[in-house]
């Protein structure tokens, strides 16, 4: 719909374009919670409360900060995606360690320094990553803009399609 697509283009630029045509929005039907999954090929399953009138035929409730938040998060897993990561993968790993060691797969060292920030986002794990935008998208929707993510803004905006990293290959 015209209301996820610019919402796309606002916080991604043009760094997912070539998959927007492509890109669908699903119920989440197991466990409808709030609890959000991206999967390879655009596909992302939200739970039944995040749309309009509950009716995932209309738009995204995308004024909540929280489902824009959370939004916003699975759609890093589809640019991380294009950046050549194993997202699926990298993610299950990460949440059977958190489970064994009792850890939050999602948890990150926020600090002031947009520099720093950064490098924590750089550094991070997929589910960090994820964090860290959702953080910044929330903070903006609420009109409290977080001024530590604005590098990171301006590197998820600038990352174009197919660049990967040393050493990563996309394997999910």
Not at 73 to 82: A, G, I, K, N, P
Not at 131 to 157: F, K, S, Y
Request: hydrophobic fraction near 40%.
């Amino acid at each position: 719909m015209p209301v996820e697509t610019a919402f796309v283009q606002r916080f991604f630029g043009t760094a997912l374009n070539g998959l927007l045509p492509g890109m669908r929005l699903h119920v989440r039907r197991l466990g409808d919670t709030r609890r959000a999954l991206s999967l390879g090929g655009g596909r992302i399953y939200l739970p039944r409360s995040f749309f309009e009138h509950q009716d995932p035929r209309q738009a995204l409730r995308l004024a909540h900060p929280v489902v824009a938040g959370i939004f916003a998060h699975e759609l890093l897993h589809q640019w991380q995606r294009l950046q050549g990561r194993a997202v699926t993968w990298e993610a299950l790993g990460l949440h059977l360690r958190a489970a064994c060691l009792r850890r939050n797969p999602y948890h990150y060292q926020a600090c002031a320094d947009p520099q720093q920030m950064l490098q924590c986002f750089l550094d991070a794990s997929v589910e960090q990553q994820g964090q860290i935008w959702q953080d910044h998208v929330q903070a903006l929707v609420q009109g409290q803009p977080l001024a530590c993510m604005g590098l990171i803004a301006e590197h998820v905006r600038q990352v174009q399609l197919g660049q990967t990293r040393p050493g990563q290959t996309n394997k999910d």
